[in-house]
């Protein structure tokens, strides 16, 4: 919790006389129970196991826990009053998420996320109505995945340049260096950014580019800290948005305060200069005017809408908002696979030795990977899948909610209910995956011997429903093409001896940063080319296979 308890505890005291009465007049009507889960305390409800925060453990971890000790797949919390479900199970995630999705595709308020800090353009967040199908219309037709082979030459232009800024000026097997996590963070940021800022808003100067790559990682800092439902008490008491900043325990005014700004140039900077290179007719086919295009076709040949900026009012602002959607979500969750990739890969070196043999034995040493040669390198995606899978991006997903009640074997799930899958749960199964604690990209192999097939992380880390991530199509591609090309190009390793020693080799599982979307604590490796032939085609990337 990010908020002092006290004096909530005597405002939840009044508050809950409110839920005091609610609670008589369902004793009054007889249902069925609620799952298991944590009595807590009247009125407050399980309150001060929520707002503790156990830096040894993730939150997705401590549902798992809970799970365990009461003996169910579903978990029921309240928290003054607002009901919490909790899927540790596909088969629950499935039946409820999927098979029942029209009453559970709504979301809940997130009063602190787009109520205080502006967040409420971001579709993913927006309640289940008629807004929310206009804007998930317009951003799936352009990235499902049949489209995004239009914006594979952006993928392939950012990947040529990250190599190049990655290869060293000559190779010198003797002299290896050490990379520093904030230096490889940033070169994997500024890819995944400038990939979507090109596909979404047709840039392409570095300087540019940089200027809004920035941006989305300032607005990041409150993103994670808001996404989480309850992370802030204002969720729980929406009135408290009302109190003064300086009211005792009110802080979260001054961190919206300080976080709104951010967000506010988040969606508005890059919408206007792409409203002033569409005036100047300068601005680039991309996603934005490909959209402002087909949503005012021009009846007036001597009227141009793109030039003249004449789109109707209410069908720009689902764009605008699509558009800001994308550029953000897709950079984070690219970044995130990404380096936890990179970080697999330092662990495991028999895991980089099969991926090194696959693509030297399929694509040789004389070009880089593309993604038409995706189906042809089994063992890399399955090295993929199994990053999805030990490190999820997401592992607890966005909350859903629930439009009405409803029973789920044989418990009472009341309307309104907060419902979050525990993705990072799911794919840590035992019940799914034989050993998951152990990184093994085997297991999704067909010709697995050892084990059945595993169930493909994919279809579960992305979300589940109408709420899935519709990004996802991009973010892989993106982050496929770039991992790809380092493992052919460059070997991963631990770092030197000397690192080693003030630089404790990181626990695959514990070292992340806690989030809806999580990345790894800060880490060193060793990257480099592994042969004079491979720094060549870094130095070249793309430019002779465009």
Request: hydrophobic residues 40%; proline residues 7%.
């Amino acid at each position: 919790m990010s908020t002092a308890l006290t004096p909530f505890l005597i405002v939840a005291i009044l508050f809950g006389f409110y839920h005091l009465y609610i609670f008589f007049l369902r004793l009054l009507r007889p249902r069925p129970p609620y799952p298991p889960g944590p009595r807590g305390y009247p009125l407050i409800g399980d309150l001060f196991n929520e707002a503790s925060k156990n830096v040894e453990q993730h939150e997705w971890a401590r549902y798992l826990k809970m799970g365990k000790e009461y003996n169910s797949d579903v978990l029921h919390i309240n928290v003054l009053g607002d009901h919490k479900l909790i899927l540790n199970s596909a088969k629950a995630a499935d039946e409820l998420l999927e098979k029942r999705s029209g009453l559970y595709s709504d979301r809940p308020q997130f009063h602190m996320m787009s109520g205080l800090c502006g967040w409420h353009w971001h579709f993913a967040t927006m309640s289940y109505s008629n807004t929310w199908r206009a804007h998930r219309k317009t951003f799936h037709q352009d990235f499902q995945a049949k489209a995004i082979s239009t914006y594979c030459p952006f993928i392939l232009r950012s990947t040529s340049n990250f190599l190049k800024k990655l290869a060293p000026a000559e190779y010198s097997p003797l002299h290896m260096l050490d990379i520093e996590h904030a230096e490889l963070d940033s070169y994997v940021r500024n890819y995944a950014g400038s990939t979507i800022l090109r596909a979404v808003y047709g840039m392409s100067t570095q300087e540019e580019l940089d200027d809004y790559v920035g941006l989305a990682h300032l607005a990041s800092e409150s993103f994670i800290a808001t996404m989480n439902h309850g992370s802030f008490f204002v969720d729980y008491l929406p009135w408290l948005k009302y109190m003064p900043a300086w009211f005792p325990g009110a802080s979260f005014k001054q961190k919206a305060n300080t976080w709104a700004p951010m967000v506010s140039n988040l969606i508005n900077e890059p919408w206007k200069r792409l409203k002033s290179s569409m005036a100047n007719g300068t601005a680039l086919p991309c996603f934005a005017t490909n959209n402002l295009e087909r949503s005012n076709p021009v009846s007036n040949l001597d009227v141009n809408p793109i030039k003249n900026n004449n789109f109707d009012p209410e069908i720009e602002e689902v764009i605008k908002n699509c558009s800001a959607t994308a550029y953000f979500a897709g950079s984070d969750t690219t970044v995130s696979l990404v380096m936890s990739s990179i970080l697999a890969l330092s662990h495991h070196p028999e895991v980089l030795e099969k991926a090194h043999e696959e693509l030297d034995r399929v694509i040789g040493t004389s070009r880089l990977p593309e993604l038409h040669d995706r189906d042809k390198l089994p063992y890399l995606q399955a090295f993929i899948k199994e990053v999805e899978r030990m490190y999820p991006v997401a592992p607890l997903s966005v909350a859903h909610r629930v439009i009405s009640d409803d029973i789920y074997d044989g418990y009472f799930i009341s309307k309104g209910t907060t419902v979050i899958p525990n993705i990072g749960a799911i794919l840590h199964s035992e019940e799914l995956y034989q050993d998951p604690l152990n990184f093994n990209p085997d297991r999704f192999l067909q010709n697995n011997k050892d084990s059945k097939l595993s169930p493909d992380p994919e279809i579960i880390a992305f979300g589940f429903g109408r709420r899935i991530c519709p990004g996802r199509h991009f973010a892989l591609d993106s982050a496929w093409t770039l991992i790809a090309c380092l493992l052919a190009t460059c070997d991963i390793t631990w770092p030197s001896e000397e690192a080693q020693k003030i630089s404790r080799k990181p626990d695959p599982v514990l070292d992340y940063f806690d989030g809806l979307i999580v990345h790894p604590k800060p880490y060193k490796c060793r990257i480099v080319p592994r042969s004079i032939t491979a720094l060549n085609l870094m130095k070249a990337g793309y430019e002779n296979q465009m």
